[in-house]
Structures are given as C-alpha cells and as structure tokens.
C-alpha cells in the first residue's frame, strides 16, 4: 500500500488536503492582494474556518499565514532603528562569532555529549 501510487492520492483527496492547500493560497492571496476592506477580511475568516472544518491540521497553516505577517511586521517595526543605527548591527556584532566548519562540528558534538552527561549521569559516554 505505501508504494501505490493510486492509494497515496485517493488518501491525499479523501482527507482534504488538495482543498486545505486551495483554500490556505486563497486565503494567502487574499491576505497579500490590493485594498484592505472589511469584506476582504471577512472572506478571509470564513475560508479560514472552512479550512479548519475541512481538516483540523490546517491550523499549521495559519500558523504559517500570522508568522510570515508577524516577521513583516516586525522588519517594518525595525525600519526606523535599522535606518538610525544601520544593518552593521546585525551583520557586523561583535558577540557573535564565525565558525569553520570543522570547529563548529567539533563544539556541537562537545555541547550535546555535555547536555547528554548532565541529563543521564553514571548510564554511559557518547
């Protein structure tokens, strides 16, 4: 059953999932397009609700929809302190290091072996 190619789609149809992804790119280009009106958005939360009803994981979906709008929010909000201070302040700051890496492999490998020692002490050595 999981090599049918003919299984794989009718399960992918029969739980919604073409219809999910339909209703989340409306909902997306909906979100993104021209005017913002009161029945734009109104059209917005009822494809939302018909894409919970068609199947409950379209809640990752939305999650998706408000972090992608959360992220251009917050670079808008950072406009101003990026245009006072510049971008050298996130790509040039001194807190941070660069990695090879070789050297990054080698202190992650040391990081998790350390978190793997605290969390089960006297059971063994990675």
Do not use: H
Request: hydrophobic share 50%; proline share 3%.
């Amino acid at each position: 059953m999981v090599f049918s190619e003919w299984f794989i789609v009718y399960t992918l149809n029969a739980r919604g999932s073409s219809l999910q992804t339909a209703v989340f790119l409306l909902t997306v280009f909906l979100t993104i397009g021209g005017r913002k009106t009161t029945g734009r958005w109104l059209l917005i939360s009822v494809l939302n609700a018909i894409g919970f009803w068609l199947i409950p994981s379209y809640m990752f979906c939305i999650t998706i929809l408000f972090s992608l709008l959360s992220v251009m929010l917050s670079i808008l909000l950072y406009l101003p302190v990026l245009q006072y201070i510049g971008i050298g302040v996130f790509t040039n700051n001194p807190l941070t290091k660069l990695y090879s890496s070789e050297s990054y492999m080698l202190d992650f490998y040391n990081d998790i072996t350390s978190i793997y020692r605290r969390i089960t002490p006297k059971v063994g050595v990675l």
